[in-house]
């Protein structure tokens, strides 16, 4: 299939997801409307958008290649954890009351959140900073891994891929918000859906099977030994601790980073929470399987990697460069028609994350900023044009750190993840649960999960950056109870109106 047949069904696919941007700008009237799609959005919109913005194209280019190589079928840990804890354990635990205490609250982010049940506007504005600041490497890592993708199957080179993602996700977002997300989330989650089936069966299908090639991935050569003591040159800790920080950084991480928190928000109502929640579980089961088996599958292609990965091989260290070894993967061992599909498939996750992202961060600004020291209600139609101004600028400093191409893929989302994670899991789980927690509590939490991410960060360096990760967003669990019970009791007019009356489902 020629490179033209490529770029026509992508230039088509790109049209659509223009026509619903413009479709649902006509829809759009307010704040409530562009960030959050006026809290009207179904169990299937809200669990496809859940699954879409979770699984991106660090998953399937960066996570799966590099990991998949790196651990082999060690890698199905991930997969639980993702789909058992990531996903059906948040959406049980906090789906439901996030959606019930958002409402009470009038909150429409995370910082506002934490402003209104902590009744502490410094602590939104604290909160919209972090955010800001460390979901830019994220979303420059999910440009990193698409350009890779569009390099090696379109032919383009790895800056112009990048630039026509970036001004596709501007103008894509800028014009529909949240609710151009929600609608072609669900047209993108069929794709991936479908892609990333198709993908396994047939990978698996040139190795004997999904049992014959699970048996052959089951050889010692193929997996580290997670338990051997370190190398003295490697990181101090034996390969498990790694395996283990990035299950539990991938899978409790998402229960307080803000673009995931926002679709509980979003959903129309607690009665819609247990189908989606149901509906969300089974996309990530097979999103998450299908990325990191095929990663592990690697392997059983690649037989010498030497020979077999010369042309992704970087000469100043004589390795491959594992950020391109899904791409060369996918490029080299599957048919032409597949690759199309998997191209949608990748591009489609991609871009229900920036939005995401993108849509999140410019909010940090206009709403949590901007909003905080004012009326956000009576600057209803300034915020909305300061958002989309915003989500503009967002874009452009990805850019810049895409462009750069300052870290490896996984390490700038670890990162994120992290420091994201260490600052709001703590605060937000205990606030939405724990009716004695302080303001000084959740200060002193945010504090020591966002200081203990970027000293362990800068402290261990790229080996142990999950470790530090995982290290920064457990910390605070410990911290946040012991500063609130040593601290003044919030005030009972607070916890009455977070708590309330408990509504029943419409």
């Known amino acids: 299939m020629s490179p033209i047949i490529y770029v026509s069904i992508v230039v088509l696919y790109v049209f659509v997801m223009l026509a619903v941007g413009y479709w649902c700008m006509r829809r759009t009237k307010n704040v409530g409307d562009f960030f959050l799609g006026g809290r009207t959005l179904g169990p299937w919109m809200s669990a496809f958008a859940y699954g879409t913005t979770y699984f991106s194209a660090v998953l399937f280019i960066g996570y799966a290649g590099r990991l998949g190589w790196g651990f082999g079928i060690q890698t199905l840990w991930i997969v639980l954890g993702n789909t058992f804890v990531g996903t059906l354990l948040a959406w049980l635990v906090l789906a439901g009351r996030t959606r019930d205490m958002t409402v009470r609250l009038n ?15 410094p602590l939104q504005a604290i909160s919209a900073v972090i955010v800001f600041v460390f979901l830019v490497p994220y979303s420059a890592s999910v440009y990193m891994g698409l350009s890779y993708l569009f390099q090696k199957t379109l032919g383009l080179q790895y800056n112009e891929a990048l630039f026509f993602l970036a001004a596709l996700t501007g103008v894509y977002l800028v014009m529909g918000g949240y609710f151009a997300v929600a609608v072609s989330d669900f047209i993108r989650g069929i794709v991936e859906f479908l892609g990333v089936v198709t993908m396994v069966l047939l990978l698996v299908s040139m190795k004997g099977g999904l049992g014959a090639s699970f048996t052959s991935l089951l050889d010692p050569k193929f997996m580290p030994a997670l338990h051997a003591p370190p190398p003295p040159s490697g990181p101090p800790f034996p390969g498990w601790v790694t395996l283990v920080s990035l299950v539990l950084i991938t899978s409790f991480g998402p229960w307080a980073l803000p673009q995931m928190v926002q679709k509980f928000y979003s ?39 030497k020979i077999d990965l010369a042309p992704i091989m970087d000469g100043a260290t004589t390795k491959p460069n594992l950020d391109l070894l899904m791409p060369f993967f996918i490029t080299t061992y599957v048919p032409q028609w597949l690759v199309l599909v998997i191209l949608l498939m990748v591009f489609s996750a991609s871009m229900s994350s920036l939005s995401s992202l993108v849509l999140v961060s410019s909010s940090a600004i206009a709403i949590d900023i901007y909003g905080a020291f004012g009326n956000r209600e009576k600057n209803d139609r300034r915020t909305m044009i300061l958002m989309r101004v915003l989500c503009a600028v967002f874009v452009a400093l990805s850019l810049a750190i895409a462009v750069s191409k300052v870290d490896v893929i996984v390490n700038l989302m670890v990162i994120a993840w992290g420091a994201l994670s260490g600052a709001f899991l703590a605060p937000y789980v205990y606030g939405l649960f724990w009716r004695r927690t302080t303001t000084a509590g959740a200060y002193a939490g945010m504090i020591a999960g966002v200081g203990t991410a970027v000293i362990l960060f800068l402290k261990w360096g790229k080996p142990l950056i999950p470790v530090a990760g995982a290290i920064a967003m457990f910390l605070p669990l410990l911290v946040v109870p012991v500063v609130s019970l040593l601290t003044r009791p919030p005030k009972p007019e607070i916890i009455e109106t977070a708590f309330g009356q408990e509504p029943s489902a419409k």
Do not use: C
């Open 267 to 305: 959903i129309r109502s607690k009665a819609d929470v247990k189908r989606a929640m149901t509906i969300a579980t089974v996309f990530a089961l097979f999103m998450s399987f299908g990325a990191y088996y095929s990663g592990a599958l690697t392997h059983l292609f690649f037989t010498d990697p």
């Open 107 to 121: 909150a429409l982010t995370m910082p506002e959140f934490l402003r209104a049940r902590y009744d502490s506007k």
